[in-house]
């Protein structure tokens, strides 16, 4: 059995390792595909400045490329790599918090992108419960 960056493959395979990391899958996994499919509503509403304005072309860019990169991270991750979950536990921190300022913006976004954002903060809220959990800690310290 091949050691991973920290521990061994066994650690990887523990029921509820292997629990946590498909619900941090699962979780990236809808962020990613709500935060793509919104920006394709907003290339389909692109000539309707009351639904879609800049804020909403730049918010949904960052947050569809943040997505790809935490679905990638959650992966690796899952595979072992600390260096995977140290990055996911910093993007899906500080991505909440970006959420929760943006949301709160009177006026930055339009109705329908705040609640597809809050949405969204919600998902990686889970992920950042998951990735500050003991076991997930425990498994990825530094040795």
């Known amino acids: 059995m091949d050691e991973n960056e920290n521990g061994t493959a066994q650690d990887l395979r ?17 962020y990613l595909a709500l935060s793509w499919l ?11 400045p009351s639904v879609v304005n800049d804020n909403v072309w730049v918010r949904g860019g960052i947050v569809a ?3 790809l990169l935490s679905f990638a991270l959650a992966r690796r991750a899952a595979g072992g790599s600390r260096g995977a979950y140290r990055r996911l536990r910093i993007l899906s ?5 970006a959420v929760v300022v943006i949301v709160s913006l009177p006026r930055f976004l339009p109705p ?3 609640i597809e954002q809050a949405v969204c903060g919600l998902l990686l809220l889970r992920v ?3 990735t500050a959990g003991g076991r997930m800690r425990a498994l990825f310290a530094a040795k």
């Open 93 to 97: 921190a500080v991505m909440v918090v």
């Open 112 to 114: 329908w992108m705040r």
């Open 65 to 67: 490329l943040a997505s």
């Open 128 to 130: 950042v419960v998951i």
């Open 14 to 30: 523990h029921p509820q390792t292997m629990r946590a990391f498909r619900e941090m899958k699962l979780l990236t996994g809808g």
């Open 38 to 48: 919104t920006m394709g509503a907003v290339y389909l509403l692109r000539d309707h």
